[in-house]
């Protein structure tokens, strides 16, 4: 990490002391020809105190040779424990400072956050939010300051949780374990979407910061209007699998923990192994969808050369629904375009397994993968980083292209609230479309007609048990419905259900020879239903070890908190729902004021829950990647968050 100045590199350090909890000052100092060429900051604990300024001091009289002392008052109480916490600089050739040294690790008690602004060295910079923080920030601004990517990244991030108090980021040390080096950020919108929509998580490293080279990284899914989320954004050193398990663990942490049913990652095994260790309940597949964009880089010249194998490729990657279909169509993809002794085609047909579609459609994807192809918002970041030279300019206009995509999203759910289709006069589809959001019901009701066209045969079954084959129109394919007739449950081997979430046409044909002419519930996913943003209090996502280590009044905090970003969020769609909200305020915490005068609060961990702004340096971690996160309460265990 690089500063401009002595005074910019304190600063720096300041403000992660006032985060974590500790006061700071000034020690050891080198000059050459009036020039500080290094500087140590310390913690202000640092060192030990003259014992006999911390023992009683005697006010002597004025009469010496008597000897005679008057009264004896206690000195002041020692402050130095001998803390080796600090930071090193020193300078560059090129007249800037560089981190030479970082120790984190504290000896003593670190502050609350609700006391920290009383320390001394903090005092000025609370005095400075005090005259106003936003007026600061334009002074900042105003410098014209050309940043690298890493001071661009911390200005960035500071920038967004100002303006947006619910954003949890953690910043993770470089392999050095001296310098900041990976990023990632979340807010409340990206969390509360992760609670509904979680179940298939796309990590897209498609992106790379033109000058820089960094990885810009992406945790993306799908809601139940197929429109693209964002549950979260990286900056990374590079995609080595430390770097990798870093971010993946930020984002756990980011999201309580919670994993993922299915993780789809690029092709390279250090993102397999990092996402194995992380999520190891979750699947992982390759993302045909990285894959095509992987291709455009290894086999340029191929695509140049013929306007027809974009095509081809696309249909092997994105259309074979079975093994046979997938085999055929390759065979026919590397014979036409001659690129059989293509080395990165050979390797990935060798691992076909890991990616191709026929040999992972029992997975659940949401069909993720349509959303991302027509997504624009992805061709919008990867144009904005090639036109882009500086880090923070690129950062502030993702951040405008999220609000838009958001304001898009926002749009289709008041839509498919307020949008009223034609009533179908048949049972299932009427039952479907109130239900399913519109896009949803546009992928049912595909289902529904395809069944009219399909054909059954019955194959034999055993006890409650009855098996059919069925065929669609003239394709040679065909597929086996077994149905239950003790609990009405349907299961088919093409597996669309499993993999889609929208039951397929296959089932409903044996539905109708059934004479059941309403969808079973079980399979009406709440996922694709139009109140699956809906979140009731007291709920709680199965999540990983994490959640075991809070106390109560954590559990409490994390689970109104998002509850209440979930009002919040609602709310701000108008003046009128806003005004409501506020005017019930007042009410409400007169309320909990009582509830709470005629109780014993329980506040364990109340202090350090109730504190959004907290920022965590666990310095015990510096030389594996150390994590700092803000927005999220800490425990002794860890990082959690919101």
Known sequence: MHFETEDDAYAFYNRYAEHVGFSVRRSYKKRKRGVIVSRIFV??????????????????????????????????????????????????????????????????????????????????????????????????????????????????????????????????????????????????????????????????????????????????????????????????????????????????????????????????????????????????????????????????????????????????????????????????????????????????????????????????????????????????????????????????????????HRSKKLQADVDGSQVTLPIPSLRMLKQASSAYTPEAFKMFQGEFEAYMNCMSFPCGGLGTISEYKITLDERPSESIVKFDALDGSATCSCRKFESVGIQCCHVLKVLDLKNIKELPEQYILRRWRKDARSIRMGEEPSGGSSCSMRSPSEVRFNSMCRFLSLIASRAARSEEATSYIESQSSDLLKHLDDILQTGYPDIGNHALASSSQAISFVGNQLPDHTSQARGVPQTKNGLMGV
């Open 43 to 404: 913690c202000s604990r640092e060192g030990v105190s003259d014992r006999a300024k911390h023992e009683s001091v005697a006010i002597v009289s004025n009469n010496a040779s008597t000897g005679a002392s008057g009264t004896h008052r206690p000195g002041p109480p020692p402050t130095r424990t001998g803390c080796q916490a600090r930071m090193v600089i020193k300078i560059t050739p090129c007249r800037t400072y560089r981190v030479a040294k970082f120790f984190a690790e504290h000896n003593h008690p670190l502050a609350n956050p609700d006391s920290v602004h009383k320390l001394r060295s903090h005092k000025m910079r609370a005095r400075a939010h005090e005259l106003g923080a936003g007026e600061l920030h334009r002074r900042k601004q105003g410098k014209g300051v050309q940043l690298g990517d890493v001071g661009a990244a911390l200005q960035y991030l500071e920038e967004l949780q100002v303006g947006n108090p619910s954003v949890y980021y953690a910043v993770g040390m470089g392999p050095d374990g001296k310098s900041a080096a990976n990023f990632f950020w979340a807010d409340a919108n990206s969390m509360i979407d992760f609670r509904s929509f979680g179940d298939v998580v796309c990590f897209d490293t498609t992106y790379g910061l033109n000058g820089y080279g960094r990885p810009f990284a992406l945790f993306v899914g799908v809601d139940n209007h197929k429109q693209m989320l964002v549950f979260g954004a990286a900056l990374l050193y590079d995609e080595s699998i430390e770097s990798l398990k870093w971010v993946f663990k930020a984002f756990a942490d980011a999201m309580r923990g919670r994993q993922p049913d299915t993780i789809l990652i690029d092709e390279r095994p250090e993102c397999a192994i990092a996402a194995s260790e992380v999520w190891p309940r979750s699947s992982h597949c390759t993302s045909v969808w990285h894959i095509y964009h992987n291709s455009k880089r290894n086999l340029k010249q191929v695509f140049e050369g013929s306007k027809s194998f974009a095509n081809a490729l696309n249909h092997c990657l994105f259309e074979c629904d079975d093994e046979m279909e997938f085999l055929s169509a390759w065979e026919k993809l590397i014979e036409k375009h001659d690129v059989g002794e293509n080395e990165w085609l050979s390797k990935l047909f060798l691992e076909k397994e890991k990616w191709a579609l026929p040999y992972w459609k029992a997975l659940f994807s949401a069909d993720v993968l349509t959303t991302l192809r027509k997504d624009n918002m992805i061709n919008d970041i990867k144009r904005e980083l090639s036109e882009q030279e500086d880090t923070l300019q690129f950062l502030r206009r993702y951040e405008t292209m999220l609000e838009e």
